[in-house]
């Protein structure tokens, strides 16, 4: 019986690779292919499972499923927090 939760290993590399790498390439396809910001959270979400899936966390399925949606939501986190901030700036 399944009762037991996924072990996860994760590392430094996650951060500091996977989502800068993630968060870069959104905003260039943005800026490049006029994107709108509709379909911000669906690139990303595809770009962070294939980059999971292929590249970071090889033998382990529910490691490349969780760490690509985790990989997506920080780099869509880290996009919508600092539009909010620019736009809480600009308004004082």
Do not use: C
Request: glycine share 6%; proline share 5%; no cysteine.
């Amino acid at each position: 019986m399944l009762t037991e939760f996924p072990v996860i290993h994760t590392n430094i590399w996650d951060a500091v690779w996977a989502v800068p790498v993630v968060l870069v390439v959104v905003l260039l396809a943005t800026w490049i292919f006029r994107l709108p910001p509709s379909w911000l959270s669906t690139l990303a979400t595809t770009l962070a499972l294939g980059l999971s899936v292929f590249i970071s966390h090889p033998g382990n399925l529910s490691a490349r499923i969780f760490m690509g949606f985790f990989y997506s939501g920080a780099a869509m986190g880290t996009i919508y927090s600092v539009k909010q901030s620019f736009r809480a700036y600009r308004q004082n």
